[in-house]
C-alpha cells in the first residue's frame, strides 16, 4: 500500500511537472495515415491518395497560438513531407515540411510534426510537398479561428464550409513525373474537382453518367463562410455559384474590405473566404462552378467543376446553362483589375486585438532589392527545366537547414542574383542571402505564356503592384503603399509582374516557389535564409528531438529513433490524463 501511495504521488508530480511545460497555449492532436486508395472521380478508377482513408484529407482546425501535434504514418510506397501551406512557422521553419528545410518520412515511417500556429488567423491548406504527389491528393483545409476575444469583422456564421477546387489527371502522379522527366508537357487535363468529386451531370454530352458529385446542403435565410482553396496542379480557376453573390472577406490570413463579386479568379495555391447569404428562392437547386481560366474555351468546356448548392427548402435539381463565366477574352485586364480591388482591412483586428493597419508597410525603407524572372522552359545539360532568374534549382541531398545546424560545406550556395543572369542558365542550389528585420522588396516577372503563382513560406508579404510589361523603377509611382492586401500566394499574369514587400523578422530557411506543379518540379524555386547574427540567438526554437537525418548527416539516423519520438511527442494532454488516471487507482485502489 505504502508503495502504491508513493507510485501515486510520483506519477501525479510527473504529470504536473510535464503539464506545467505546455500550460500556456492549448494543443491539438492529430493522426494521419496516409496511404493509397482507389478512387473515381470523374470515372475512372486512379489510384489517388488519401488521409485516414479519406479523399481529401481531414481539415485541421485549430485556434490562434493552439499547439498543433499532427503524427504522420507514412504508408505511401516513397517517401513523404506534408507541408502547411500559408502556416508561418514562427521561429521554426524546422516544421514546414519542404525538401530544404526536411529530410523526408520514409515509407513505413512514423513522424510528428508539432508547431504553433502562432499570431494567425485564416484559411489555408495542407499538401504532400515531394515527388509531384500534390497531382494524387493528400491535401486537405487548415483553419485557424479567432481567439473568442478578439472580434472579427462580420456577424458570426451560421455554418463553416471548406471547399478545395483544383485540376485533376486520370494519370496517376507518378505517370505525370514521368512526362515531365521526359520533357514532355502535362497537356490538357482531364477535369476539374471540387471536394475531391467531379462534376454534376449538367451538359449529358460533356460529363459521363454515374459521377458523384459534391453537395453542399444549406438552410434559406443564413450566412456561411466559404473557406475555398485552389490545390490543383497549374490552371487558374474562376469559381462562381449562381444567382448568388460572393461577398470577399478574407484571404490566406489577412481580412480584407468587404466586397461582393458575382466571380472570382483563383489561382493555384490560393485560398479565399467568402460569405454566402442563402437569400434566393430555392425554387430549385443552384450549381457551384469552377471552371479554367485564360485557355480556350470551346477546348477546355470539359475541363469545369460543378458542385450543387441545395437549399432545405429545394424544389428541384439544377437545370440548364451553367453561370457564364467573365467575358473578357478581348480584355486582359479584368482579372488584374479583380485582383488589384482586394484590398487589406486596416480596421479589423487579425489575430491579435492591435489593428492590422497599425503596420504601415509603405513607410518602411526597403532594405534589399530581388527582381525574379521566369521564362519558358528551357533545356540544362540535356534536361527540360524551368528558372528563376535563369537558375534552375536543385534540391540538396542534406536539406539546407540541417546543414546549417550542423555546419555542412558545399550543400549550397549563398549566392542567388539580386537580377537575372545574363548569360546560359543553369542548375544550382543557390539560396538568397537575407538580413534578419531587413525589409526585402522581391518584383516577379512572368515572361512566360501563362499565369503564374508565386508563394513564400514563413510569411505574409504585402502585394503592393502589378501591371503588365517590363517592370522598372518608375513601376514604384504606381504601388498601393496603405491598404495592399497582406497574403502567402500571389499571382503574376502573363508578360506581367507583381511586386511584393517582405519583412523579413521570421529567422530560418524560406521556400520562394511557383504553386504551379510542373513549373516548381523542374526547378523554379529557391529559398530565402534569414539568420540572426546576434551571438545569444534566442529567435529560433531549438531543433526538434525527433529530427530526421539524411544526405551528409544519414548516418546519425537509427531506425528505433522514429518510435521513440513518435512515443515522447504524442499529446500531452492525453499523457497527462493517462498519468492521472493511472495514479488516481493506485491511491484510490
Request: hydrophobic share 35%; net charge positive; charged share 15%.
Amino acid at each position: 500500500m505504502a508503495l502504491s501511495k508513493f507510485l501515486g504521488l510520483f506519477l501525479i508530480h510527473i504529470a504536473l511537472l510535464s503539464s506545467s511545460c505546455f500550460a500556456a497555449d492549448p494543443f491539438v492532436f492529430y493522426d494521419f495515415e496516409v496511404s493509397y486508395i482507389t478512387a473515381s472521380p470523374l470515372g475512372v478508377p486512379q489510384q489517388v491518395i488519401a488521409i485516414n482513408n479519406k479523399f481529401p484529407g481531414p481539415t485541421i482546425n485549430s485556434t490562434t497560438n493552439n499547439n498543433v501535434v499532427i503524427n504522420v504514418r507514412n504508408k505511401l510506397d516513397e517517401s513523404l513531407l506534408l507541408h502547411w501551406s500559408g502556416i508561418q512557422q514562427r521561429r521554426s521553419s524546422w516544421q514546414d515540411g519542404l525538401p530544404g528545410t526536411n529530410c523526408p518520412i520514409p515509407p513505413k515511417w512514423n513522424w510528428t510534426y508539432q508547431f504553433q500556429v502562432k499570431d494567425q488567423i485564416g484559411s489555408f491548406f495542407y499538401f504532400p510537398s515531394l515527388h509531384f504527389q500534390r497531382a494524387a491528393g493528400g491535401f486537405g483545409g487548415f483553419i485557424i479561428n479567432n481567439r473568442d476575444i478578439i472580434p472579427i469583422p462580420f456577424g458570426s456564421p451560421d455554418g463553416d464550409i471548406t471547399i478545395l477546387i483544383g485540376d485533376w489527371y486520370t494519370r496517376n502522379h507518378t505517370a505525370l513525373r514521368k512526362a515531365l522527366d521526359a520533357g514532355k508537357d502535362l497537356g490538357m487535363p482531364d477535369g476539374v474537382l471540387i471536394n475531391g468529386k467531379g462534376p454534376y451531370r449538367y451538359n449529358d454530352t460533356l460529363v459521363p453518367d454515374g459521377i458523384d458529385y459534391e453537395t453542399i446542403d444549406v438552410h434559406p435565410g443564413k450566412t456561411y463562410r466559404l473557406r475555398v482553396h485552389n490545390v490543383g496542379i497549374s490552371t487558374s480557376l474562376n469559381f462562381r455559384i449562381q444567382s448568388h453573390n460572393l461577398l470577399l472577406a478574407e484571404t490566406e490570413g489577412s481580412y480584407t474590405v468587404q466586397q461582393n463579386y458575382t466571380s472570382l479568379d483563383i489561382h493555384v495555391g490560393q485560398s479565399y473566404s467568402f460569405l454566402l447569404t442563402t437569400d434566393q428562392n430555392a425554387s430549385s437547386d443552384y450549381y457551384i462552378v469552377a471552371s479554367a481560366r485564360f485557355v480556350n474555351e470551346s477546348q477546355w468546356k470539359r475541363v469545369t467543376g460543378v458542385a450543387i448548392l441545395r437549399y432545405s427548402n429545394s424544389k428541384g435539381k439544377a437545370a440548364g446553362p451553367l453561370p457564364d463565366p467573365p467575358q473578357d477574352e478581348y480584355d486582359k485586364t479584368f482579372s488584374m483589375n479583380q485582383a488589384r480591388s482586394i484590398r487589406w482591412n486596416v480596421s479589423a483586428s487579425g489575430a491579435r486585438p492591435n489593428p492590422q493597419g497599425s503596420f504601415r508597410y509603405g513607410s518602411i525603407n526597403v532594405t534589399e532589392i530581388f527582381v525574379l524572372k521566369n521564362k519558358p522552359p528551357v533545356t540544362i545539360d540535356g534536361k527540360r527545366r524551368t528558372t528563376l532568374s535563369g537558375i534552375s534549382f536543385v534540391n540538396p541531398a542534406t536539406p539546407i537547414r540541417l546543414a546549417d545546424q550542423f555546419k555542412v560545406k558545399g550543400v549550397y550556395k549563398l549566392d542567388f542574383p539580386s537580377r537575372p543572369l545574363t548569360g546560359p542558365p543553369k542548375m544550382e542550389t543557390s539560396v538568397i542571402n537575407g538580413t534578419f528585420r531587413g525589409f526585402m522588396e522581391v518584383i516577379l516577372q512572368n515572361n512566360d505564356t501563362k499565369v503564374q503563382t508565386y508563394h513564400l513560406s514563413g510569411y505574409a508579404f504585402f502585394v503592393v503592384g502589378m501591371d503588365y510589361g517590363e517592370w522598372s523603377e518608375n513601376s514604384r509611382g504606381t504601388y498601393n503603399k496603405w491598404d495592399g492586401i497582406a497574403r502567402s500566394t500571389t499571382q503574376v499574369y502573363p508578360g506581367a509582374w507583381t511586386a511584393i514587400l517582405i519583412s523579413l523578422d521570421n529567422v530560418g530557411v524560406w521556400n520562394l516557389r511557383t504553386e504551379n506543379l510542373d513549373s516548381w518540379y523542374l526547378g523554379q524555386e529557391t529559398y530565402i535564409r534569414v539568420v540572426n547574427p546576434e551571438v545569444t540567438n534566442k529567435t529560433e526554437l531549438p531543433m526538434p528531438d525527433n529530427v530526421l537525418y539524411c544526405g551528409a548527416l544519414s548516418k546519425r539516423q537509427k531506425p528505433q529513433d522514429i518510435s521513440f519520438a513518435t512515443s515522447i511527442t504524442t499529446s500531452s494532454s492525453k499523457l497527462f490524463l493517462a498519468v492521472l488516471m493511472v495514479a488516481s487507482a493506485l491511491l484510490f485502489h
